[in-house]
Each structure stands twice: as structure tokens, then as C-alpha cells.
């Protein structure tokens, strides 16, 4: 019975810990959203070559996304900029 109820749990466990955050992400490849302005990493994500340099072409093309949402949302010049030491 125990075995029955972890192989029904254990897609629900993968997921979640398969579960990343942008905060985790910039974390993993240290990353600090406020070094560069929006055009700048918006130019980042246009580029295999600057993709490649930042580690950010080893992501998934979902974290990929969460990941340019956040560094859009907190670079330099928006309105809530993070810098390493809000991470």
C-alpha cells in the first residue's frame, strides 16, 4: 500500500522539484539583472554567442523566458532594478 501511494505521489514530487524560480536561476548562473538596461539583455537573448557566455543557452527554453521576464522587470533602468545584494 505504502508503495502504491509514493509511485502516485512521485510525478507531483518530480514536478515540484523540477520547480525553478527566476531568483533561482540568477542565482545558478550568477547573474545580477541591475548591470545591464532592458535593451541591453534584450540584445543578450538575441545572441547565441552572448546566450552562450552567460550560460543561458544550457536552460530550457521555458526557464529561458522566466529568466528574461525577470532580468527585463529588474534591469537597471526599470522600475524595481535588483542588484546583488537584493538577491
Do not use: C
Request: aromatic share 8%; charged share 35%; glycine share 2%.
Amino acid at each position: 500500500m505504502k508503495f502504491k501511494m509514493l509511485i502516485l505521489s512521485l510525478p507531483f514530487l518530480l514536478s515540484s522539484l523540477l520547480a525553478t524560480t527566476p531568483e533561482e536561476i540568477v542565482k545558478r548562473l550568477s547573474l545580477n539583472p541591475a548591470t545591464k538596461v532592458i535593451m541591453q539583455w534584450e540584445r543578450v537573448f538575441k545572441s547565441k554567442r552572448k546566450m552562450k557566455r552567460y550560460k543561458i543557452d544550457k536552460l530550457t527554453d521555458e526557464e529561458k523566458k522566466i529568466l528574461k521576464e525577470y532580468l527585463l522587470s529588474h534591469a537597471a533602468d526599470s522600475d524595481k532594478p535588483k542588484f546583488a545584494g537584493d538577491l
